[in-house]
């Protein structure tokens, strides 16, 4: 029957041309006068083509509904992209080290060294340097403030020491500041312009602390006695660290030794001074005070440095003993500083 059908529609198509060679029809153009086989050729067609709309509308429809089920998500995915940012706010570091270097090779360059200057501020192998290369030099540089102005973009304040051409790095030199706008580049950096020579940052206020006033230490005061031996074994390796150390401390001397001898000076406590009966007797075991304790330390040659450390003591068996090496002291309506060593 297939075979059949296939064969009636080859005998239409046949009557088509057979029409069309006859001049019943026109091209592109269906005559009023077209004959009865044109005609049932065309009913056919149309026939076929409406039961291929009915079978294919299922499929069309669905191919759709994916089509438009994929287009939002792929939307989403484009747009999340382009809104992620380059680098981290916190990743400040690569920008302030890249300035530093930036800013060194800035203060030296001079007369034909358009190029160096160039591997940082691709625009300046336009420029024409005057000045003998190297008639000034960076002493040291570093940088004091990074601002992220955008998403891979830093505003890099480096301080930098210039000298004189002829003067040793110990000589007299200036203290100027030059702002870097440092853009990322791949996996480098590039300058967006020359530096700019900007004045200093400002210092603000001294931060208050949260000890009480600092006394002369006293040997009346046990916690004196354990402070003195701990910094001096800490800093001139001489005596047992460990045995002013509260069980499960544990900080170790700075090696090789910077000083030879220590002297504790004064004492501050965090909620102020203790009077002479509370700090000539050692309270319960697991009382805490916290401390900041003022030394003087002399190296070899003798020379003397003032040093500060905040500490906080524990007692046990009737004695202080060093609990936490704090990395800062403590400030007023603030929690206890953080700690070096591990404790308990």
């Given at each position: 029957m297939r075979w059949g059908k296939r064969r009636s529609d080859q005998e239409q198509w046949e009557q088509v041309e057979a029409a069309c060679a006859a001049d019943e029809w026109d091209v592109g153009v269906w005559r009023v006068g077209a004959s009865t086989g044109a005609?049932?050729?065309?009913?056919?067609?149309?026939?076929?083509?409406?039961?291929?709309?009915?079978?294919?509308g299922p499929f069309l429809g669905g191919a759709a509904l994916l089509s438009q089920a994929m287009a939002p998500a792929h939307a989403v995915e484009q747009g999340t992209a382009a809104q992620r940012p380059v680098a981290?706010?916190?990743?400040?570091?690569?920008?302030?080290?890249?300035?530093?270097?930036?800013?060194?090779?800035?203060?030296?360059?001079?007369?034909?060294?358009e190029q160096q200057l160039a591997a940082y501020y691709p625009a300046a192998a336009q420029l024409r340097l005057s000045?003998?290369?190297?008639?000034?030099?960076?002493?040291?540089?570093?940088?004091?403030?990074?601002?992220?102005?955008?998403?891979?973009?830093?505003?890099?304040?480096?301080?930098?020491?210039?000298?004189?051409?002829?003067?040793?790095?110990?000589?007299?030199s200036q203290l100027r500041y030059f702002q870097v706008p440092v853009r990322s580049a791949g996996k480098g950096f590039v300058a967006a312009a020359l530096p700019a020579a900007v004045s200093a940052p400002g210092g603000g206020a001294a931060p208050t602390l949260a000890y009480g006033q600092s006394k002369p230490a006293t040997s009346s005061d046990p916690a004196t006695a354990t402070v003195s031996e701990f910094l001096s074994a800490y800093l001139t390796g001489n005596g047992d660290l460990t045995r002013d150390l509260s069980p499960?401390?544990?900080?170790?001397?700075?090696?090789?030794?910077?000083?030879?001898?220590?002297?504790?000076?004064?004492?501050?406590?965090?909620?102020?001074?203790?009077d002479g009966s509370s700090s000539t007797a050692v309270p319960a075991d697991g009382t805490r005070r916290q401390v900041l304790?003022?030394?003087?330390?002399?190296?070899?040659?003798?020379?003397?440095?003032?040093?500060?450390?905040?500490?906080?003591?524990?007692?046990?068996a009737g004695r202080w003993e060093v609990d936490q090496l704090q990395s800062a002291p403590r400030l007023a309506g603030n929690g206890p500083a953080t700690t070096s060593g591990a404790q308990q």
């Open positions: 005609v049932a050729q065309a009913a056919g067609l149309a026939r076929r083509f409406a039961w291929l709309l009915l079978f294919s981290a706010p916190g990743d400040q570091v690569g920008p302030a080290g890249w300035a530093d270097l930036y800013v060194d090779a800035y203060v030296a360059a001079g007369q034909g060294g000045g003998t290369p190297g008639a000034q030099h960076a002493v040291a540089t570093d940088a004091v403030h990074v601002q992220q102005v955008g998403a891979g973009y830093w505003a890099v304040t480096v301080a930098v020491q210039v000298a004189d051409l002829g003067k040793d790095s110990g000589g007299p499960g401390t544990v900080i170790s001397p700075i090696s090789p030794a910077p000083y030879a001898s220590v002297s504790v000076t004064d004492i501050a406590q965090v909620g102020g001074g203790q304790v003022d030394v003087e330390a002399s190296d070899t040659s003798g020379v003397a440095r003032p040093l500060t450390y905040a500490i906080e003591l524990r007692a046990r």
